[in-house]
């Protein structure tokens, strides 16, 4: 049975895969909703909601199944997890958002972040693996959660995998000093995640800003660094990817699950030893787990599952659906109609 009305929190990084996809799997549990977007995703958000109640008013529905706050804001944010006729609320975002409706004293379904690490070892097809890889961590400028934030890779196989990485559209930068340069640009005063101006930005604009002039097919910025560097230990949510050398599979697997630091969101390997794909998988825990495949067939992308961007991992409903939205309730006849 669907909740009623649903109340959801929707991100700056996200506003449109968010909004269409929390939509259609609300209004498919028999929900209506009402979004409360990030003030600078504003005018997409109106752009949305607007359209998508146009094509339900085409199709039969009623008028405004879908909703949001006038002016969106922390207060506005507040009134509509306070308000009693929101029965559910569901929150897409950082570990802040997380928090604010899991003690809201409502049924909470929440999406926090994520730190994806990728594990290359040398049984893989390392050719396919650089290709997925590029692929997944460019895919929207990297700004989806589920998305390739480092790469572990053995060392016998690295140099291979960098050079076919630069083949599927990467620039690598080797310098140690344009690295630092680099990560002071876009990281923020406190080095503790990234510059907002930055999120989002392609590998073009961002390689311009320190003087680096690149085609229009570099869509990956990678470099070489330590596994404590800044780049590999901070979700950034743009197309600069970190690669870090292992010794083998063991300490690329052990490396990935510190990076990863317990968010329990989405991690991807790439090889062909079932016992190692095993090993890593059981060991992140994560929502979603892709072997031999780039970030998005997680979500249905030539995988399996289906496209969601609301990962619930704080709050255990994983890639939410339908289902998601909906109570479970059971209805009783004792005595009569009973045939045992």
């Not at 599927?168 to 990560?183: N, Q, V």
């Not at 101006?197 to 073009?204: D, I, L, N």
Request: hydrophobic residues 40%.
């Amino acid at each position: 049975c669907p909740f009623g009305v649903i109340g959801a929190i929707t991100p700056t990084t996200n506003p449109t895969e968010t909004i269409i996809n929390n939509s259609i799997c609300m209004i498919a549990g028999g929900n209506t909703v009402v979004f409360s977007p990030h003030p600078r995703a504003k005018k997409t958000s109106i752009f949305l909601v607007q359209l998508l109640n146009k094509a339900l008013y085409e199709a039969g529905a009623p008028l405004n199944l879908i909703t949001m706050v006038r002016e969106p804001s922390i207060e506005a944010t507040d009134e509509m997890i306070s308000n009693p006729k929101v029965r559910l609320v569901v929150a897409t975002g950082g570990p802040g958002i997380v928090k604010k409706v899991l003690s809201s004293g409502k049924k909470a379904i929440g999406a926090g972040p994520g730190n994806p690490p990728v594990v290359v070892d040398e049984t893989a097809n390392i050719e396919k693996a650089a290709k997925d890889i590029v692929d997944g961590s460019s895919f929207d400028n990297n700004v989806p959660c589920i998305a390739e934030k480092e790469v572990f890779a053995v060392d016998s196989i690295f140099d291979y995998l960098r050079i076919n990485m630069k083949g599927a559209g990467a620039y690598e930068i080797t310098d140690t000093d344009t690295i630092e340069r680099l990560w002071k640009l876009v990281a923020n005063e406190k080095g503790t995640g990234p510059k907002v101006e930055f999120v989002g930005k392609s590998a073009k604009y961002i390689l311009h800003q320190i003087g680096i002039e690149v085609e229009d097919t570099k869509k990956l910025i990678i470099m070489e660094v330590a596994k404590d560097h800044p780049f590999v230990q901070t979700e950034m949510l743009m197309p600069i990817l970190p690669l870090v050398r292992c010794d083998n599979v063991d300490q690329a697997i052990e490396w990935a699950y510190e990076a990863e630091h317990g968010n329990r969101h989405s991690a991807m390997m790439h090889s062909t030893n079932i016992a190692k794909l095993s090993k890593m998988a059981k060991l992140m825990e994560t929502t979603i787990f892709v072997k031999n495949g780039p970030s998005y067939a997680g979500l249905g992308i030539g995988g399996q599952g289906y496209p969601t961007f609301t990962i619930a991992g704080p709050t255990g409903e994983g890639l939410t659906s339908p289902k998601s939205f909906c109570r479970l309730r059971e209805c009783v006849l004792k005595d009569m109609f009973n045939i045992r």
